[in-house]
């Protein structure tokens, strides 16, 4: 059993910033990546950012530069930093992690209920 909650999505005004945050808990025994996707109405689901175990990170160009992924490796848990967003930013953002469990070792893609965020005047 593994669950990711999120938090700190609401509306923001372009320009300002905005800091998500994703806590895994349950029967953990390993994390490896952990990350961020966003999906807007109509749209599929796209990747935001990444960070592995090590802090190696990975983002997509139209996020490079504003957004910043890091982790508290220790607490299981990730977060975003988001600078200047702007109105295409609007989502719906879900945290990930592949994680193992304790009963079985196996790895495993585990996702958040979402959170949203809403850039706007």
């Known amino acids: 059993q593994v669950q990711l909650v999120e938090s700190g999505g609401g509306l923001v005004q372009p320009g300002g910033s905005l800091r998500l945050s994703c806590a895994a808990s349950?029967?953990?025994?390993?994390?490896?990546?952990m990350g961020w996707y966003r999906q807007a109405p109509g749209k599929r689901r796209e990747l935001v950012a990444v960070?592995?175990?090590?802090?190696?990170?990975n983002y997509p160009d139209l996020v490079k530069g504003r957004f910043t992924i890091s982790r508290d490796v220790a607490k299981n848990t990730v977060y975003l930093q988001m600078n200047s967003p702007k109105p295409e930013d609007t989502a719906v953002y879900y945290c990930?992690?592949?994680?193992?469990?304790?009963?079985?070792?196996?790895?495993?893609?585990?996702w958040g209920q979402g959170t949203q965020v809403t850039i706007s005047s």
């Open positions: 990930y992690a592949r994680v193992a469990q304790t009963t079985t070792r196996v790895w495993g893609d585990y």
């Open positions: 960070i592995s175990s090590g802090g190696s990170t």
């Open positions: 349950g029967t953990i025994f390993r994390i490896s990546d």
